[in-house]
C-alpha cells in the first residue's frame, strides 16, 4: 500500500506482530516461484503493545538477530515488505462518479477529509480503482479501494528497520497481505471470510473480486484460549498449551474436557462472526458495491487454525462451508514449499509474511 521505493527489485516479507517476527524470502526466476529463505523470532513481551512500539532499541537488536538468524539462504539482499497493524488502519471501497483518471486523486482526498477524523499531514494513504461498475443499466461508477494508517504508526516502524539495517518498499496493511496468500490470483467471484486466528486476536476479512470489503476484529485467540484452559482444568499455561495441540477441540464429543471448558468462549466467538456476516450482507448490495452479498467460504489461517477440530465446529455454527486455507496457493504448485527443513506445519502462521513476500517479489 504505502511505497516508499519505486524501482523494480525483489524484496522480502516480514511480518511483524505484538508476539513475533516472520519472515519469508521468496525467489523468482522466470515463472518459478521457489522458497529462498525463511526465519522467525519471538518478541519480549511489552516491546510492541497493540501494535504500538513501547521499547525501540530491544525491536532493533531483536530484528537484528531474526536476521542474523534467517535458515536457507542469507538474506543479501535488505529491501522489506512490512506488514503495518491492522487495528490502527482504514480500508474502504469509495464509490465515484465517472471521472478522469487525473480527478480521481483529488476525489479521494476530499473523501478522506469527510470520512477520517485526522487531517491529510498526519496520514498516509493509498489508492486502487478495482473496478468500473454499471449502476442500473446506465449510470456507471468508479469503485475505488483506499488504504489510510496514521504517520504516528507508520513513522516509528520505518525509523526501527532503517536502525536494524531494512530498506522497506512498501508497508502494507495485514488483511491485504492475508488474502494475497489464500486467494487464487488474488481473487474470488463470491464474498470469501477469512478467520486468522492468530496469538493475540482473532481477524475477519471479507475478500471479493479483488478488494478487501470489511475487516474486524474479535479479542479471542491462542492464548486466550490456552489461559482458558489452564484454569478450568487446574493445569499450567505449558501443559494446557500441550494439550491442545495433541488432543484438539474434541468437537465430536461434547463431554470432552477440552470442548467443555472452551465451548463458551468459541460460542461467543461465533456468535460476533455470524452478527458481522449479517451486517455484511445486509449493507453489501447497497452501501459497498460488493458484486455479490451472500458468504459462500469461510478460510481459516493463522496458528490457531491448527487447532484441531475448529473448522467443523465453525462450520456448524456458522452453516457455511468453513476449509483451513492454503498459504502457499500462489507460491507453489504443490501444496509444500521445497526448503526441505520449513516447518510445514507451521504455515499458517506465516501466511501473512507469505502474502508479503508475494507483493516482493512483483513489486
Known amino acids: 500500500m504505502f511505497q516508499f521505493l519505486r524501482p523494480k527489485i525483489q524484496s522480502f516479507g516480514i ?28 518478541i519480549a513481551s511489552g ?36 506488514s503495518l ?16 483518471k487525473e480527478e480521481v486523486g483529488e476525489a479521494i482526498k476530499w473523501e478522506i477529509e469527510t470520512n477520517i477524523p485526522l487531517g491529510l499531514s498526519e496520514i498516509y494513504y493509498d ?33 526501527v528497520l532503517k536502525a536494524a539495517g531494512l530498506s522497506p518498499t512498501v508497508f502494507e496493511i495485514e488483511s491485504l497481505a492475508i488474502t494475497r496468500a489464500l486467494m487464487k490470483d488474488t481473487f474470488c467471484q463470491e464474498p470469501t ?23 474486524a476484529s474479535l479479542p479471542v485467540s491462542n492464548i486466550s484460549l490456552i489461559t482458558i484452559l489452564s484454569e478450568k482444568l487446574n493445569i499450567d499455561l505449558g501443559q494446557a498449551r500441550q494439550l491442545k495441540i495433541q488432543q484438539g477441540l474434541g468437537y465430536e464429543n461434547p463431554q ?23 451486517f455484511f450482507e445486509f449493507h453489501a448490495s447497497v452501501n459497498l458495491g460488493a458484486p455479490n452479498n451472500k458468504i459462500k467460504e469461510v478460510i481459516l489461517c493463522g496458528g490457531g487454525a491448527n487447532f484441531s477440530g475448529i473448522e467443523k465446529f465453525l462450520q456448524a455454527e456458522l452453516k457455511i462451508n468453513v476449509k483451513v486455507g492454503n498459504p502457499w496457493l500462489n507460491a507453489f504448485t504443490e501444496t509444500t514449499p521445497n526448503l526441505s527443513d520449513f516447518p510445514t506445519q507451521e504455515s499458517l502462521s506465516y501466511t501473512t509474511a507469505i502474502g508479503l513476500a508475494l507483493r516482493g517479489i512483483s513489486n
Open 15 to 42: 511480518d511483524l506482530s505484538d508476539f513475533s517476527i516472520k519472515i519469508i524470502s521468496l525467489e523468482k526466476k522466470a515463472k518459478k516461484i521457489s522458497l529462498a529463505s525463511f526465519g522467525r523470532q519471538e
Open 47 to 82: 516491546v510492541i503493545e497493540e501494535g504500538e512500539i513501547k521499547k525501540e532499541a530491544e525491536l532493533i537488536e531483536t530484528i537484528k538477530k531474526a536476521l542474523k538468524e534467517i535458515r536457507g539462504a542469507s538474506l543479501k539482499n535488505r529491501h522489506c515488505v512490512v
Open 85 to 100: 497493524p491492522e487495528t490502527e488502519s482504514f480500508i474502504r471501497i469509495l464509490q465515484l462518479p465517472m471521472m478522469k
Open 127 to 159: 489508492w486502487q480503482v478495482i473496478s468500473e461498475q454499471n449502476k442500473d443499466g446506465n449510470q456507471q461508477r468508479l469503485d475505488v479501494l483506499v488504504g489510510v494508517l496514521p504517520k504516528k504508526t507508520v513513522d516509528p516502524y520505518l525509523s
Open 193 to 215: 471470510l477469512i478467520i486468522d486466528l492468530g496469538a493475540k486476536k482473532t481477524s475477519l476479512v471479507i475478500f471479493c473480486g479483488q478488494a478487501v470489503y470489511f475487516t
Open 256 to 278: 470432552n474436557q477440552i470442548f467443555q471448558a472452551l465451548k463458551p468462549s468459541l460460542d461467543e466467538m461465533a456468535n460476533k462472526v455470524k452478527s458481522y456476516i449479517d
